[in-house]
């Protein structure tokens, strides 16, 4: 549907949002240009610091080496050190290697609104197409960005400043940070090395009824990890952990023709022979530890147009400056038949590939839904392109095991398995192609997918990416009732650990929803699971505990699996625990889900969010910064009730924690015990502080835009000091228990969503508004 761009500046941005071209700075970005002149971005204000140069410094401190920063601004080391020290920073921490690599979105991110693209990549210390890949490669952070770069002008040094503007951000450090205690201080990325190091004890591995369980590693870099080794994606300890927990398959994204070679462009693919020789490593090394290696497929990748000059009988449909290898054509399709043999001929211990046929990267012409504009696809429709596309992975998998084969006689493995996902086909797709498809591929469904909701008098149905709701839905059983008529095994796509209802924490402990939905697959004679996509990994949760000891057992039920998962863990505590995990289940199913709630919604970095006294103008984006977009933010639902419904499951969460800790407090654990029953309340805590910030900010949002309208200013005026002074209270909370837990605020693809500068930062925005701006109404 065309889009109207006589909107608003705030419903261009989401407008914008929509489109999939990637616009930085104006200029066009790999995936295409709009065809209209693009217009101005100024980023949004950051009052609370004395200027854009020491937002540059507070928001790089910690995460960025001095040298770094100081080189990009014309400065000196030392003069980044008095700067500062004069906000009340203390001695910058050293930024390990580790750290540095794994810290890039978050650093992208921080600086998003500071600095102009150029001036970021050299921050990074990366040429302009490392950028590109990244923003479009890495898990679409493009979209996570909003698909548009803010107007920043080139940031430099200045000796000049406000004095008694860097005075009083020192002040406010002081009043608000210098009393807090962390008892057991971890740097970024510590829970790294934990999970790494060989577990103390060997748990047994439990035999399941699901076959595959697969998810993704908790801490594998998305972009390229095949090309860059320096950082194990699978230490391992790492990999001993995930098979006790319950797992015994993970997956990797990788772009097709940057792992075997690209026939009609070879400079495409270079270093391929130095991927594919590493994923064969790492499938051996996996391998021994009793974990399979899994990869996303979503191709043929759709090329820029300059490309078919010189390939013309090969371009499928269009869209801007790009267009589909058509996979109607023999060569697209002998392309990806001889890509896939080369790679199962190579590695024939690979686990096995599964796809999305549709909505996720342009890939066959009818994969974004246009194809009636290809002349050969047109005809056939979707299901028949499908159908093919399937076909021929299938053939390359074959012909790939009759090469290896071939070679080795004695080679007695099964080879890799094609798993299909139905992600995103619209209604009437699957009653089509499934019958079609050759009965060795697995069909496998989001399990929750279209359950109806009733959250606060709304209706709506899930999308995906629920804890929350507790399935399976409608879909996968109609959808897995058809597979299984003709013959396929049948898997479910769930999110066991957390899902972006919730993604910057490492699970979320409503475990009784899991694990009835986890039964409740067991009943439906599920298969295998993909236990979550990039985020919920985390091999240490009760949750996949629990659904490891329902896997092992056909007749659990849900409370004594809950019960044997406790024991285990807290020992004396474990009763207790169990009604705190059914307290904390009751109280998330009041989570007011919508897709566009959990995309849009700040609830993954809470106090992290900030505040602006007027509007910004500025759409949220997808799991990416939230800005003060309240309509964004709350979907389908009333401002009262999305507000009401968020409060809710705060309240649940914190009225099951005081229950739990004054019914443990005299009880007797092992060391062990109580580090791990204090780590799993903070976890708890954490919850319930970001979701009671995302509603003190949606009501703050409310109450901000209605102030020259309503009668009652006095009144206005009250509660909005009342909820900067709770989001004061949130943000100091949430850095301790960060500060002492490195997983909290981490997920793979977005990195940190935030690091305790930021809910510092946060402090320093609340109180600004409260003093220069709430006394003044």
């Not at 005075?167 to 790294?192: C, D, G, M, T, Y």
């Not at 094609?418 to 619209?426: E, N, S, T, V, Y």
């Not at 939905?517 to 949750?543: A, F, M």
């Not at 780590?679 to 949606?698: D, K």
């Amino acid at each position: 549907m065309p889009i109207d761009l006589s909107v608003s500046r705030r419903g261009f941005l989401r407008a914008a949002a929509l489109l999939s071209p990637v616009l930085l700075g104006g200029n066009a970005f790999s995936m295409g240009r709009l065809p209209f002149r693009f217009i101005q971005h100024p980023p949004v204000p950051f009052p609370h610091f004395p200027s854009r140069l020491h937002a540059f410094v507070w928001r790089n401190w910690n995460l960025v080496p001095l040298a770094r920063m100081a080189s990009i601004l014309g400065a000196s080391e030392n003069q980044l050190l008095k700067l500062g020290q004069a906000m009340g920073l203390g001695r910058p921490k050293p930024v390990s290697d580790e750290q540095w690599r794994r810290s890039y979105v978050t650093i992208i991110r921080r600086n998003w609104h500071l600095l102009p693209k150029t001036q970021l990549e050299e921050l990074l210390g990366w040429t302009a197409e490392q950028m590109e890949f990244t923003l479009q490669e890495d898990d679409f952070l493009n979209v996570k960005l909003g698909n548009l770069k803010p107007d920043c002008e080139v940031l430099t040094w200045s000796s000049s400043t406000d004095k008694s503007a860097e005075n009083w951000v020192r002040e406010v450090v002081k009043q608000e940070f210098s009393e807090l205690h962390i008892a057991r201080e971890e740097p970024l990325f510590q829970f790294v090395k934990g999970l790494s190091a060989a577990p103390k004890h060997r748990t047994e591995v439990l035999m399941s009824n699901f076959s595959p369980r697969f998810g993704y590693g908790y801490f594998t870099l998305f972009g390229d990890p095949l090309l860059d080794t320096d950082l194990d994606p699978y230490p391992d300890g790492y990999l001993q952990r995930m098979a006790a927990a319950g797992l015994d398959g993970t997956w990797m994204h990788i772009v097709l023709s940057n792992l075997t070679p690209f026939p009609w462009d070879p400079s495409v693919s270079k270093g391929w022979e130095t991927r594919l020789a590493n994923l064969q490593k790492l499938v051996e090394k996996c391998k021994r530890q009793g974990i399979g290696i899994y990869l996303y497929l979503n191709e043929p990748r759709r090329q820029p147009l300059p490309f078919f000059e010189k390939h013309p009988e090969l371009k499928g449909v269009t869209s801007g400056q790009h267009a589909a290898l058509c996979t109607s054509h023999p060569d697209v399709q002998n392309y990806l038949e001889n890509a896939i043999a080369q790679i199962v001929s190579a590695v024939p211990d690979l686990a096995g590939f599964f796809t999305i046929s549709a909505s996720e990267n342009p890939t066959h012409c009818w994969s974004h839904f246009k194809g009636d504009t290809c002349p050969r696809c047109a005809s056939k429709g979707p299901e028949a392109v499908i159908v093919e596309l399937h076909r021929v992975y299938e053939s390359g998998i074959r012909k790939g095991m009759e090469r290896y084969r071939k070679a080795n006689s004695a080679y007695t493995g099964s080879g890799p398995q094609l798993i299909l996902w139905d992600w995103a086909w619209p209604d009437g797709w699957a009653e089509n192609i499934i019958p079609k498809l050759p009965s060795n591929i697995s069909y496998m469904c989001v399990s929750e997918w279209s359950l109806p909701t009733h959250r606060g008098g709304v209706e709506g149905k899930v999308g995906e990416y629920s804890i929350s709701a507790i399935g399976p839905g409608p879909r996968a059983k109609r959808h897995w009732a058809i597979a299984r008529e003709h013959g396929l095994r049948i898997l479910a796509k769930i999110q066991a650990g957390t899902t972006w209802e919730c993604g910057g924490v490492p699970y979320i402990p409503a475990l009784e929803n899991v694990a009835q939905h986890i039964v409740n697959l067991r009943d439906e004679k599920v298969s295998g699971l993909l236990t979550g996509w990039t985020l919920g990994g985390y091999p240490g949760s009760p949750n996949l505990e629990v659904v490891s000891v329902i896997g092992s057992d056909a007749d659990i039920s849900v409370r004594d699996a809950l019960t044997q998962v406790a024991k285990r863990r807290y020992g004396a505590a474990a009763e207790d625990m169990v009604e705190a995990w059914y307290g904390f289940s009751k109280a998330f199913r009041e989570f007011p889900y919508h897709i566009g709630v959990v995309y849009q919604a700040p609830v993954h970095s809470g106090p992290a969010n900030l505040l602006w006294k007027e509007a910004t103008g500025y759409s949220s984006t997808m799991v990416g910064i939230g800005y003060d977009d309240l309509k964004g933010w709350r979907s389908i639902y009333p401002e009262e009730v999305f507000i009401s419904q968020l409060y809710r499951v705060a309240e649940g969460f914190d009225s099951s924690l005081v229950t739990l800790n004054e019914r443990t407090k005299s009880l007797t654990l092992t060391k062990e015990q109580r580090l791990e029953f204090e780590r799993e309340l903070s976890i708890a805590e954490a919850v319930a502080i970001l979701y009671r910030s995302v509603a003190n900010q949606a009501d703050f949002i409310r109450h901000r835009d209605q102030l020259g309208t309503v009668a009652d200013r006095s009144g206005a005026k009250s509660r909005l000091k009342e909820l900067l002074l709770s989001e004061i209270k949130l943000a100091r909370r949430l850095y301790e228990l960060q500060s002492a837990d490195s997983r909290i605020g981490f997920e793979a693809t977005n990195h940190y969503f935030y690091v305790p500068d930021d809910l510092m930062e946060k402090v320093l925005n609340c109180r600004y508004l409260l003093e220069n701006w709430v006394e003044k109404i």
